[in-house]
């Protein structure tokens, strides 16, 4: 749950020179991602920090799993954060794109180009890190009421970036799906969805979720309409409908931990804003004053450090 013990500075808001980060990724107009499997220097963890436990296990996805159970290739993880404490499911609000361009007088567009950097250096920190699942909000259903001339920006941008990663993402076991009404994306972007979800849907090492055109509502919705025509069908009665029947429903489960452990949104936004309503029910939240484009590498290692420090009893108390 929002734990309000850690600080949210606004301070970092403050409007600062651009100066570029430095970054080994590059936007789809220029050269494409280089191999995720290059390595990182990193230091060493340490066994410094908080213990959270019950027994041998871990509290993850509302359920105990047990430690050590990520990939053993795995390289260091930055000092301060703990292996087996690391989320296995972490989603992001990437928030503060346009606020980004706009403080800096850049051309309409120039804060979308930089969120990509940003979301490219987070898929490859996960992919290294041990984390299995991240699953990104990358255009709300609410947000086709947008100027026409933004949209077709993010639709460009988004099947530039699908098409231009597709072969690294083969390469390095990642999968990819994509969650939301796609019905309405244009057609050549929805074919290629297609295409990068079938020749991704045998990698395991890390499982991208890409939130396009998606409702948190309406997920739920579909999901209840689904369950009541079988009931109408006569294939479940109506005693049988639970929790489990919905979550089979949702559109997350296309992945084997649905349930996100830490939902980080960037720009100070306190909320939600209409994403996995229902399988945020337990999840740890991480509000960071900094614009989607600056977050890094250090901003999320302090998220990661905060998540491990809480302690997730899911309505139980310490004994």
Request: charged content about 25%.
């Amino acid at each position: 749950m929002l734990s309000l013990r850690f600080p949210i500075s606004f301070d970092n808001a403050l409007i600062t020179p651009f100066k570029p980060r430095p970054s080994r990724f590059q936007t789809p107009t220029d050269q494409s991602l280089p191999r995720l499997s290059s390595s990182l220097s990193l230091p060493r963890a340490t066994t410094a920090g908080v213990v959270l436990k019950e027994g041998d296990r871990v509290l993850s996805n509302n359920r105990f799993a047990p430690r050590g159970d990520f990939p053993p290739d795995g390289e260091p993880l930055p000092a301060g954060l703990r292996r087996e404490l690391m989320p296995r499911h972490v989603a992001v609000i990437m928030d503060g794109n346009v606020r980004w361009e706009r403080r800096r007088g850049l051309p309409a567009g120039s804060g979308h180009e930089a969120g990509a950097r940003s979301l490219r250096e987070l898929v490859e920190l996960c992919w290294k890190w041990g984390i299995r699942v991240l699953t990104v909000f990358a255009f709300s259903y609410d947000n086709w009421v947008r100027p026409q001339v933004e949209v077709d920006f993010l639709m460009n941008l988004f099947e530039k970036m699908t098409s231009s990663e597709m072969d690294s993402f083969a390469r390095d076991g990642i999968r990819i799906s994509v969650i939301g009404d796609v019905s309405k994306l244009p057609n050549s972007l929805q074919k290629l969805i297609s295409d990068a979800e079938d020749r991704t849907k045998g990698n395991f090492r890390l499982h991208i979720v890409v939130a396009v055109s998606y409702s948190g509502k309406y997920d739920i919705v579909q999901a209840c309409k689904s369950i009541s025509q079988k009931v109408k069908d006569g294939l479940i009665q109506v005693d049988d409908i639970n929790e489990s029947l919905i979550e089979q429903e949702l559109e997350t489960n296309c992945t084997e931990f649905p349930y996100p452990d830490l939902l980080i949104r960037t720009s100070g936004e306190l909320r939600v804003s209409n994403f996995l309503l229902w399988q945020l029910a337990y999840t740890e939240f991480f509000f960071v004053s900094a614009l989607w484009p600056d977050f890094g590498k250090a901003e999320f290692v302090e998220a990661l450090i905060s998540f491990q420090q809480r302690q997730r009893r899911y309505g139980g108390r310490d004994l």
